[in-house]
């Protein structure tokens, strides 16, 4: 089952920020986040607050309903307008994520799109994602999300192998990612993107070759590779525990990333954060990079994470408790920090190293920097940027990444 929410204070009935959380908000992006929470099934590794049908029948499935589910997102955009009061700024970017949005009619998501707009307006060239299960998409259904104002489309192909997508329990063929890019494109889209996943049990380096190959032969602009995490609590986990399956280690991990980076390198794509490649600067996922450089953002939906000015709350779980509270003139919210200065910059150097850009040194504590230096001698961050004052992952410390951090923000 999905994760526990993270501990804190109340939320406010309102949604009210403190004041501080508005300040110099006119420097930094604005974007959203709007979670679907429903799937068709559950995939054996997937931890997400996602509900199937199965699953919320009984206590608040009524009020979970996917029917009704596009206008209690609305009354919580509505929330958010007033929330955050006259600030002026428009939405930069929105990302429709779950779940599988696209198990709602073409017509609800751009309902929740035209509420932004309403309220908010987006912003000139704003960037308009839904996630999209392959299966749950022809070019009929793409071409009406195009036409609502979508602008970026991305698929979860995770394997172009049918022994791997058994292991994960994905139910979509082989192929239909692919032919998916096709009718992404000839919808218009700008951008697509294609989610890969490496290191799931039974995998060889072969398929994950094969998989890559396949991606980006199918024309995306954008290729995310994921390493598989076992999550407690997911079948997968219980599977590999009774020993059905094995458990993949770091090593197989780490070839699997040279793997991917040597095949997408070679096929035009750049890396620009530890799992993510693009064909151009225009092609990166401008709604993610705002998450990797600290700016603001509203998640709506059940279990959605939000962010304005060191501000950070989450919504309760259940789509039912969510929709009551929403039907109730209540925030959603189930609890909020409010992030001190050293927490801020400690989130800085993990998010920031990861990115192509890197971080400064300057945000580093006397032993952050020492560290660094050491990081510098042994081959895991670049002489070039250090020498200009910025910490940039090498190809070697991109697959040492976490410890590279740990060790930076001590």
Known sequence: MPSALPDGEPMPQDGALPRHALTGAADRPLGFYLHVPYCATRCGYCDFNTYTATELRGSGGALASRDNYADTVVEEIRLARKVLGDDPRPVQTVFVGGGTPTLLPAADLGRMLAALRDEFGLAPGAEITTEANPESVDP????????????????????????????????????????????????????????????TPGETDDDWRASLDAATGAGPDHISAYALIVEEGTQLARRIRRGEIPMTDDDVHADRYLIAEDRLTAAGFTWYEVSNWATSQAARCRHNELYWTGADWWGAGPGAHSHVGGVRWWNVKHPGAYAQALGEGRSPGAGREVLPAEDRRVERILLELRLAAGCPLSLLAPAGARAAARALADGLLEPGPYEAGRAVLTLRGRLLADAVVRDLVD
């Open 140 to 199: 009929r259904y793409l071409a009406e999300l195009r036409a609502a104002g979508y602008n970026r489309v991305s698929f979860g192909m995770q394997s172009a192998r049918q022994h791997v997508l058994k292991i994960l329990d994905r139910t979509h063929t082989p192929g239909r990612p692919e032919a998916c890019v096709a009718e992404a494109r000839a919808a218009g889209f700008d951008h697509v993107n294609l989610d890969l996943i490496y290191g």
